[in-house]
Structure formats: structure tokens, C-alpha cells
């Protein structure tokens, strides 16, 4: 059984940066793709990043290229999401999703993830 624990969110103001961070235990995360996925009130989850396996390929939605950046590391089991230039739009609570048989084209579908975490706030002020 794989359990996810996402930490590091918060307020932060307009232009700021967080990193996000989603701690794997029960298996070798190397198994896993690991993705990010968020959801605002009245919104449904959308997808934000994956990190495939390999720990190589990586895909983004268009709102997160070039301010968000997906990595992990495996001496402590834990993936990253570094969110830069953030806006208040970004505000959302934030899951991280674990797969162990996604294929590439459903990597950006929540329903392709078994396991999820409890999620963290992450709030931009204007």
C-alpha cells in the first residue's frame, strides 16, 4: 500500500515561490509516476505536473511551463513541485497522485492515479 503525504503549502503574495513536497512511503517510489494535481473552490481537479518513472520525462499544463518544475528524489522517497511567479489564480489545494501502470497518454487524467494524498493549501494573495 502506498501513502502519500504532500507539506509546504501556505500564503504566500503574488510573485512568490513555494515548493511543494510529496513524501512516498510503502514502496520504492521509483515504481511510481508521481503527479500534481490541484483544485480550486468551485473547480474541478486539474492537472498541474507528472514525473514519470524514469524520473526523466516530465509533462506540465500550459499555466504551470516555465513557473512550476516537477523533481524528485529518491534517497528520500519524496517528489518536488517548485512554484515560481505565482498568482492568485494558482490558489488551490494541491495533490500529489502516484501510479504504478500509467500509460504516457493518460498521465494527465486523475482518474489514471490509485493513490492520492490528502492535499495541501496553497493561497496567493493579490
Known amino acids: 500500500q502506498v501513502q502519500l503525504v504532500e507539506s509546504g503549502g501556505g500564503l504566500v503574495q503574488a510573485g512568490g515561490s513555494l515548493r511543494l513536497s510529496c513524501a512516498l512511503s510503502g514502496r520504492p517510489f521509483r515504481n511510481y509516476a508521481v503527479a500534481w494535481f490541484r483544485q480550486a473552490p468551485e473547480k474541478e481537479r486539474e492537472f498541474v505536473s507528472v514525473?514519470?518513472?524514469?524520473?526523466?520525462?516530465?509533462i506540465y499544463a500550459d499555466f504551470a511551463k516555465g513557473r512550476f518544475t516537477i523533481s524528485r528524489d529518491l534517497g528520500k522517497n519524496t517528489v518536488y513541485l517548485q512554484m515560481n511567479s505565482l498568482k492568485p489564480e494558482d490558489t488551490a489545494v494541491y495533490y500529489c497522485a502516484a501510479d504504478a501502470r500509467a500509460i504516457y497518454s493518460a498521465l494527465t487524467q486523475s482518474e489514471t492515479y490509485d493513490y492520492w494524498g490528502l492535499g495541501t493549501q496553497v493561497t496567493v494573495s493579490s
Open positions: 514525473i514519470r518513472q524514469n524520473g526523466q520525462t516530465t
